[in-house]
Structures are given as C-alpha cells and as structure tokens.
C-alpha cells in the first residue's frame, strides 16, 4: 500500500506487518579519497519494518543513508531495490523509485507555506506538463485538485492544519521537522528515510515524532530506514538495528540481540581500536 492511500482498507488484524526483503546492500564500500566511509557493508530492509542505522559520530550512517538514497555510489557493493540490482542513478531517479527521505539539517523552503511545501513533494507524481499547468488546462486543473486532496490529508494526519499557511520560517524547529516529514510522506514513499528526526528536539517533540513515525509505519505499511543518536528512541522504534563503527558493521539484529552484543557496547563505551 502505498504511503497514502488513506482510503485503502486496514490490512487485516493477522496479517504479518513485515514482509520480504524490500532492500538489499550487498559488500558496500565507500571511499573519500583516503577515507575509508564504509567497508563491506552488507545488510536487508524488510518490507513494512523499522530499521534503523546506529553508531557513534563518523561511524559512517549518513553516509550509508546517502549510498541508500543515491546520492553516494559506492566504489565497490551493489544496491539492490524490489529484487532487482539498481543501476547507478541520480537522487531524483531513486525518488521515482519511491523512495523519499528527510534531512538531518531541515531542507524546507522557509519563505514558502507549510501548504506549499509539502505540494513540492508532488511534483515528481505529477502528470501534465509545465505548459499545461501554466495555462491551467482542464486536465492539470484536475490533476491539482487531486494533489492538494491527497495534501490536506497529510496535514489532517501529521495533525498541522492550524499552521498550514504559515511561511515554515516562522515554525519552531519541532513543527519544522514534522512539515518535512509530511513533504516526504507526499511522495508516497515505498521507502522512508529518516536522518536523525529526534536530533534538536525536546523531550514532547520527540514523543510526538515518535508516534508519527509509528503511525505511519502502521497505517500506511510505509518501510522505514532511520538514523537516530537518541538510544532509548531507537530501542523503542525499531524492529531490527544495524550497528556502524569506523565505517564496518559490528551488530545486526532486534534491539535486544543489539544491546547484548559485547562488540556494540565496546563501542559505545569508547573501547579504543588496535
Ligand atoms: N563528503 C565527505 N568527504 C570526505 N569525507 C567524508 C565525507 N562525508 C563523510 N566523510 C567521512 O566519512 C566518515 C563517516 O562519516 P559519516 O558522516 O557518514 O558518519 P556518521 O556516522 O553519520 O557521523 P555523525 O553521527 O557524526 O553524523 C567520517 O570519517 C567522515 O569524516
């Protein structure tokens, strides 16, 4: 189902949330010139499931989250996307795909609406042309309609109606991340890509984030890939984590399996490496 196909019937009660293997990374390897960013890195994000990419700061999550979103290409590794091996492809490409994300630092327009932001989420579904839309032709008049429909739906779920056309300028940064969150739901997103949506946010903020984030996921069936510094967010969130250090993977598994492994809390306790 896609993010918001909000008509759309409730899967049924005994029907297993998480599903096959929506994503594959297969033997990443990610270089900056000297600097090794990612290496060998291989790990699945299941249809339906919360995943999320932990570690400690430069331990190589964004950049994980960039090769995911395509705008890293990895020097060695293959991405694999719906069973088939993704070709290498510019950000607006894998957009299509659907796969939308947010930003660790907010990418909003701040002179704009909140409205008109989150309409900017549409554009890469839209059908008619510029010229059409420009003159206002039957067809992109209708096709309009059908987008802010489908708009004010986000707005009613992410619960924002009372800022709609506020400029996000003038939003507190909580609002801000949430009017990101709803451009990126606009997408319709098979996939969701969270980098860190908790960070700067104070303890209320974080709670509602966290009920978005689920709501969505259990709503629409909406995967989501999430990197989070806040630890008690992850555990809580996720149903599988993947954990980074100095850009190789030292754990993969539910929460629990994660917090027990003895290479995770080296790290995190700052076990000095050979
Ligand atoms: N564009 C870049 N050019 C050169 N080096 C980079 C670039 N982006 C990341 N790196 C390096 O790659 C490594 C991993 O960085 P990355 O930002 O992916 O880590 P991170 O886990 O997301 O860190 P943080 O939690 O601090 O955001 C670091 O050593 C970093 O300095």
Redesign the pocket.
């Known amino acids: 189902m896609n993010a918001m196909d909000i008509e759309a019937a409730p899967a049924a009660a005994d029907a297993p949330r998480i599903g096959g293997v929506l994503m594959e990374m297969r033997n990443i390897t990610l270089r900056?010139?000297g600097?090794k960013?990612i290496t060998d890195i291989s790990f699945d994000i299941r249809e339906g499931e919360i995943r999320a990419i932990i570690?400690p700061?430069?331990?190589?999550?964004?950049?994980?989250l960039n090769v995911i979103s395509g705008f890293y290409v990895p020097q060695e590794g293959e991405v694999w996307f719906k069973g088939k091996r993704r070709p290498q492809m510019k950000p607006y490409e894998v957009a299509q795909q659907g796969i939308a994300r947010t930003f660790?630092n907010i990418a909003l327009f701040e002179g704009m609406s909140v409205l008109d932001n989150i309409m900017t989420g549409r554009l890469t579904l839209m059908k008619t042309g510029l010229w059409s839309q420009a003159l206002w032709w039957g067809r992109a008049q209708a096709e309009e309609v059908e987008h802010r429909a489908k708009v004010e739906k986000i707005i009613d779920f992410l619960e924002i109606q009372h800022i709609r056309k506020t400029p996000v300028g003038r939003l507190p940064y909580g609002l801000k991340k949430r009017v990101e969150l709803a451009r990126a739901l606009a997408t319709e997103p098979k996939l969701l890509l969270l980098d860190e949506p908790m960070a700067g946010m104070n303890v209320e903020e974080k709670e509602d984030m966290c009920r978005f984030i689920l709501d969505t996921n259990d709503e629409f069936g909406t995967t989501i890939c999430l990197?989070e510094?806040d630890m008690g967010v992850v555990m809580d969130l996720s149903d599988r984590v993947v954990v980074?250090d100095y850009?190789k993977k030292i754990g993969d598994g539910t929460p629990d399996e994660v917090r027990s492994n003895q290479a995770v809390i080296e790290a995190y306790l700052g076990v000095q490496h050979d």
């Open positions: 900056f010139g600097v960013a570690g700061n430069g331990a190589g999550k964004s950049s994980m660790q990197i510094h980074m850009g």
